[in-house]
């Protein structure tokens, strides 16, 4: 691929680092879904209490400053990749939205765009680096690739859970319940059937993004909307909070890098 590339920009992909992600750990999950929950949640005050074209820029400034972070260090730092997580968990549920109501594309449609989205980045991804595992991502190029495939899993999963609650009907609740059976089910499937790491790892990355945010909706929204009226900024804040409170654990006791780095 780098063949391609202009020696400057090739030497940036090419370039080794030590690996930037944590260990696939209870509490990565734990804080995973707080993320896409708080992504929901937050977008949905931000397009309410703003211009909704301010709210788009202003998580679009704030995704890029993070990938700016992200791409700065040469090592995993928990409180910046985790700022990073949260910040595409925002943009990416605006990036959605943006096609649905901004666009008038059904969820249906948009669900499938993303997917295919998706399918791409992993083909590319496969093509050019002969692995999808996350333990690889030790150079810009790789890099590049799994935070193109976290804001797709992302906007597919915003996609995704809308779809189910209220294309198909089912609500935010019954939504988040099936959502939750399904990144069990992937979990289940690699504990105990020894089914491919790879393929469930991505398969209940992408179940949390709809079982976080479809519980965020459930509530956060009004009842009127399926909800049960907790509010949307509150809820943000509550799972600000609680990001922040697991992020300084893993900092403090580095229980989800390996080697120490």
């Not at 943000?236 to 006791?253: A, E, H, N, R």
Request: hydrophobic share 55%.
């Amino acid at each position: 691929m780098t063949l391609f590339l202009p020696k400057p920009l090739s030497q940036f992909f090419s370039k080794a680092t030590l690996r930037k992600v944590p260990e696939v750990i209870v509490i990565f999950w734990l804080i995973k879904l707080l993320t896409t929950a708080m992504g929901e949640s937050t977008s949905d005050f931000l397009v309410h209490v703003l211009d909704p074209v301010i709210a788009v820029a202003i998580g679009a400034i704030g995704f890029a400053i993070a990938i700016v972070l992200q791409f700065s260090v040469r090592k995993y730092v928990a409180w910046i990749y985790w700022f990073t997580v949260t910040m595409v968990a925002i943009f990416g549920t605006m990036a959605a939205d943006v096609i649905h109501i901004g666009l008038g594309v059904p969820y249906l449609y948009s669900t499938i765009f993303f997917l295919i989205a998706l399918g791409i980045i992993f083909i590319l991804w496969y093509a050019s680096e002969k692995t999808l595992s996350i333990h690889s991502i030790t150079n810009r190029r790789r890099e590049c690739f799994y935070w193109a495939t976290v804001l797709a899993t992302f906007a597919l999963g915003t996609a995704a859970g809308d779809m189910t609650a209220t294309t198909l009907g089912l609500g935010y609740l019954d939504s988040g319940i099936l959502f939750a059976a399904l990144f069990l089910l992937a979990a289940v499937a690699w504990k105990f059937f020894k089914f491919n790491a790879i393929i469930t790892f991505w398969f209940a990355y992408i179940m949390t993004r709809p079982f976080g945010a479809s519980f965020a909706d459930w509530f956060g929204r009004t009842s009127d909307l399926g909800g049960v009226g907790f509010g949307t900024g509150k809820t943000s804040i509550v799972l600000g909070i609680l990001i922040v409170i697991f992020v300084i654990y893993l900092t403090v006791t580095k229980k989800d890098i390996k080697d120490k780095q």
